[in-house]
């Protein structure tokens, strides 16, 4: 994955059966530990009559925290297994709880780390994940004239138009990746003959779902 970062936007739950046991992966986004270990709690609560709830979590800016339990089971068969599916993912802010309910048959160390991986990508498959971006948001405030030149840049640029206001002047809000921010402010310059005023808001961290800019 590189320097790319993905986030958990929204959660899911994914679940396989292998020779009767039950692994049932529920997927949460989370910011810090403290939402990690109280995610991992509620987990506990709800699935109390479970054998195991292994965890494993991956969260925060900079150099990320990072920690995985297998709750009982067999050492590395279970919370670091699920923890390299979120590190091969290239994800970061996601806890995922494992909730194993024994099936009466052992699957020895090769099927626990198989049967907990595939738990995880079951849940992370049924979540919302997103590439994680760094922008800014420009505002732009000038005169009609400007207005078709300003919508023909950002469609040539890809330049996301977030909204635009339409009063004695025009007030265009575009989103610019963070390394297209400063070419853009002075295509617009030189679009409106420096006329356009430019507030530059940043950074932003955000991702797209389909069409649709989603704030993280």
């Avoid at 986030?7 to 039950?22: D, L």
């Avoid at 030189?190 to 989603?214: R, S």
Wanted: charged share 25%.
């Amino acid at each position: 994955m590189g320097d790319t970062v993905r986030v958990c936007y929204q959660g899911g739950e994914g679940e396989i059966v292998e020779k009767k046991s039950r692994f049932i992966a529920t997927v949460r986004p989370v910011k810090t530990e403290e939402e990690a270990m109280a995610f991992v709690e509620e987990m506990r609560k709800k699935y109390w009559d479970a054998r195991h709830n292994c965890y494993a979590y991956i969260c925060g800016e900079g150099r990320p925290q990072m920690k995985c339990s297998d709750d009982g089971e067999p050492s590395q068969t279970a919370g670091r297994p699920m923890l390299d599916v979120l590190l091969g993912e290239g994800l970061r802010d996601v806890c995922v709880v494992v909730t194993r309910y024994f099936g009466g048959t052992l699957l020895g160390t090769g099927g626990l780390v198989r049967a907990y991986s595939q738990a995880v990508k079951e849940g992370l498959s049924a979540s919302q994940i997103l590439e994680k971006q760094t922008g800014k948001i420009l505002t732009v405030t000038s005169d009609y004239t400007a207005v078709g030149k300003l919508q023909y840049m950002a469609g040539q640029m890809d330049l996301r138009i977030l909204d635009t206001e339409y009063t004695d002047q025009v007030v265009m809000k575009l989103l610019a990746g963070e390394c297209q921010a400063e070419a853009a402010v002075k295509q617009i310059a030189e679009l409106t003959g420096g006329c356009a005023q430019v507030q530059e808001e940043g950074p932003v961290y955000y991702g797209v779902d389909g069409k649709e800019v989603v704030f993280l």
